[in-house]
């Protein structure tokens, strides 16, 4: 008996311990599916329910845990800094992205955000890599921490989102080219796998737009009616053609589909889901206004791109969980957090408004600063709502940065239609507030302007050299945060949230470090 009664505990104590290792293991997703929609809002997602299927924002909001307000801890919204926000967990301060251009100091010529001549492009002539991000994202981690077996890819219609998206050492990134509608990438990357060019070519773009349109998916989508504007005059029928096609059908309520057929294509053939170890896609959809035109005047448009954009998610959800079966895949699924602007002439309504000409005013400061400090072209560029000033001017003339920007705040907040003026100084050392917070954390030293102009609301910003017109408006859009599948207790929670904690979210799921500049706690409630 004594010797059963020493062999019993050491056998339970394995026994346990397999049972612990084998839940853990199931806990894991075999696939972790990011989904960022580039414009998407609440309001509009909410209003057009009743002509939604069962798939998509439906079984969403009745399956998922879902944040329903969620905002970005940064000001300056771009699809750019966005996704790179999302994949890092950290704000342009630490990332690096502030937009999609920005004008290099030594040049004084705007730089996209993932140029990069060193590499050359596949299947587009555009050169490209992630070198100006700065940090690690959920993909760099998840690559380092199974020692780069995890297949990580990300796919967009755009360019900036798909390499933003994978990260540094991701096994590629995807977009459709604008000039040809080929499924590109970069050789940063290394070659095209075998799979996409199986599925650009099963899948031509060239060949749907010469033999398909763009009409109402369906007659509910042409009836139902949630903007004032009221209901659809007249079926809309685009047919793209020409040159700009292709750049034309990523703003459509048609490229979500066309980016669910390649991700389709992706998961049945690239060797997604094949194993124990977690995968990893990042995904961009579209939810904004056809050619970014105004909704008032395009309402029907904007109903069947989420009518659409519904029906993409379902499918999404159907093609990956067909191969790794429910349960085994995370999705999750929030916006870029901004809107087109719109056009509308305030005037004409009474509304305040004007114009705010930042080349003029750009011109008066320098004037003013030449009275103080002698001959000299102190503003050395324009880009934006920012300024730049001649450093290597100040220093020969050996004068005091904190000082010169201290007068052009001064001088600047006397200009009409001008509501704050934000220097680099009082980014980096003024006194902390929620409002200045989110400004420095879309700031960057090494590529933002010395002097941010905040121009008020319904104020038009114009720079008269550039032909650049924007209608300023600070509204908040509601977006929200969705988690759905493995292992996700359906709720809905109203308290806000922060988009930069997807990545440590997502990072405690998977098992994996959370990016190397990630601060955020992971949101709680979530199995690991």
Same mark, same amino acid.
């Given at each position: 008996?004594?010797?059963?009664?020493?062999?019993?505990?050491?056998?339970?104590?394995?026994?346990?311990?397999?049972?612990?290792?084998?839940?853990?293991? +199931?806990?894991?997703?075999?696939?972790?599916?990011?989904?960022?929609?580039?414009?998407?809002?609440?309001?509009?997602?909410?209003?057009?329910?009743?002509?939604?299927?069962?798939?998509?924002?439906?079984?969403?909001?009745?399956?998922?845990?879902?944040?329903?307000?969620?905002?970005?801890?940064?000001?300056?919204?771009?699809?750019?800094?966005?996704?790179?926000?999302?994949?890092?967990?950290?704000?342009?301060?630490?990332?690096?992205?502030?937009?999609?251009?920005?004008?290099?100091?030594?040049?004084?010529?705007?730089?996209?955000?993932?140029?990069?001549?060193?590499?050359?492009?596949?299947?587009?002539?555009?050169?490209?890599?992630?070198?100006?991000?700065?940090?690690?994202?959920?993909?760099?981690?998840?690559?380092?921490?199974?020692?780069?077996?995890?297949?990580?890819?990300?796919?967009?219609?755009?360019?900036?989102?798909?390499?933003?998206?994978?990260?540094?050492?991701?096994?590629?990134?995807?977009?459709?080219?604008?000039?040809?509608?080929?499924?590109?990438?970069?050789s940063y990357y290394g070659p095209l796998p075998t799979w996409v060019s199986i599925a650009d070519r099963k899948n031509d773009l060239n060949n749907y737009l010469d033999n398909n349109e763009w009409t109402p998916l369906s007659e509910l989508s042409g009836n139902f009616s949630y903007f004032l504007s009221g209901g659809?005059?007249?079926?809309?029928?685009?047919?793209?053609?020409?040159?700009?096609?292709?750049?034309?059908?990523?703003?459509?309520?048609?490229?979500?589909?066309?980016?669910?057929?390649?991700?389709?294509?992706?998961?049945?053939?690239?060797?997604?889901?094949?194993?124990?170890?977690?995968?990893?896609?990042?995904?961009?959809?579209?939810?904004?206004?056809?050619?970014? +035109?105004?909704?008032?005047?395009?309402?029907?448009?904007?109903?069947?791109?989420?009518?659409?954009?519904?029906?993409?998610?379902?499918?999404?959800?159907?093609?990956?969980?067909?191969?790794?079966?429910?349960?085994?895949?995370?999705?999750?699924?929030?916006?870029?957090?901004?809107?087109?602007?719109?056009?509308?002439?305030?005037?004409?309504?009474?509304?305040?408004?004007?114009?705010?000409?930042?080349?003029?005013?750009?011109?008066?400061?320098?004037?003013?600063?030449?009275?103080?400090?002698?001959?000299? +072209?102190?503003?050395?560029?324009?880009?934006?709502?920012?300024?730049?000033?001649?450093?290597?001017?100040?220093?020969?003339?050996?004068?005091?940065?904190?000082?010169?920007?201290?007068?052009c705040q001064e001088l600047l907040l006397q200009s009409a239609g001008v509501k704050d003026v934000y220097t680099s100084q009082r980014l980096l050392l003024g006194a902390w507030t929620p409002g200045i917070?989110?400004?420095?954390?879309?700031?960057?030293?090494?590529?933002?302007?010395?002097?941010?102009?905040?121009?008020?609301?319904?104020?038009?910003?114009?720079?008269?050299?550039?032909?650049?017109?924007?209608?300023?408006?600070?509204?908040?859009?509601?977006?929200?945060?969705?988690?759905?599948?493995?292992?996700?207790?359906?709720?809905?929670?109203?308290?806000?949230?922060?988009?930069?904690?997807?990545?440590?979210?997502?990072?405690?799921?998977?098992?994996?470090?959370?990016?190397?500049?990630?601060?955020?706690?992971?949101?709680?409630?979530?199995?690991?």
């Open positions: 008996m004594k010797r059963i009664y020493y062999i019993l505990p050491p056998l339970i104590a394995a026994m346990a311990l397999a049972t612990v290792e084998a839940q853990e293991i +199931q806990s894991v997703p075999k696939v972790v599916v990011n989904i960022t929609i580039d414009r998407l809002r609440s309001d509009y997602m909410n209003a057009f329910l009743p002509i939604y299927g069962q798939d998509g924002f439906k079984r969403l909001l009745k399956e998922g845990r879902v944040y329903t307000h969620a905002e970005y801890p940064q000001s300056r919204l771009n699809r750019a800094a966005c996704v790179a926000t999302i994949a890092t967990g950290t704000v342009p301060y630490n990332h690096g992205i502030v937009n999609d251009t920005w004008l290099d100091r030594k040049t004084l010529r705007p730089v996209f955000c993932v140029e990069d001549t060193q590499y050359e492009g596949n299947l587009t002539g555009e050169k490209s890599s992630p070198r100006f991000l700065s940090v690690s994202t959920l993909g760099d981690e998840l690559k380092v921490g199974t020692e780069g077996k995890a297949i990580v890819y990300a796919i967009s219609p755009f360019r900036d989102a798909a390499i933003l998206g994978a990260g540094h050492a991701a096994d590629g990134a995807f977009w459709i080219n604008p000039l040809t509608g080929r499924w590109c990438s970069t659809m005059k007249s079926p809309f029928k685009y047919k793209f053609k020409g040159d700009h096609r292709f750049a034309a059908f990523a703003t459509s309520g048609l490229v979500n589909e066309y980016v669910t057929k390649f991700v389709t294509e992706c998961v049945n053939t690239s060797g997604i889901g094949n194993d124990n170890i977690t995968d990893y896609l990042s995904i961009t959809y579209y939810a904004g206004n056809y050619e970014h +035109q105004s909704v008032s005047e395009f309402p029907m448009e904007m109903q069947d791109t989420y009518l659409r954009l519904d029906k993409a998610l379902g499918s999404l959800f159907q093609a990956v969980e067909s191969k790794v079966g429910t349960g085994n895949a995370l999705f999750v699924v929030t916006s870029t957090g901004y809107t087109d602007n719109e056009t509308a002439d305030l005037a004409k309504y009474r509304v305040p408004t004007g114009t705010f000409y930042i080349n003029r005013t750009s011109g008066l400061l320098n004037m003013y600063l030449m009275a103080l400090y002698g001959q000299g +072209q102190y503003i050395e560029a324009i880009y934006g709502d920012e300024l730049y000033l001649n450093h290597k001017l100040l220093e020969t003339k050996q004068l005091s940065m904190a000082d010169v920007l201290e007068r917070s989110r400004i420095r954390n879309s700031y960057n030293p090494k590529c933002s302007g010395d002097i941010l102009i905040q121009v008020a609301p319904g104020w038009h910003l114009v720079n008269e050299e550039t032909k650049e017109d924007i209608m300023i408006r600070d509204s908040y859009f509601p977006f929200p945060i969705f988690f759905l599948g493995a292992n996700v207790t359906a709720e809905s929670i109203d308290t806000p949230v922060t988009t930069d904690c997807i990545a440590p979210t997502l990072s405690q799921v998977m098992r994996i470090r959370a990016p190397n500049a990630c601060t955020t706690a992971a949101l709680t409630g979530f199995s690991n």
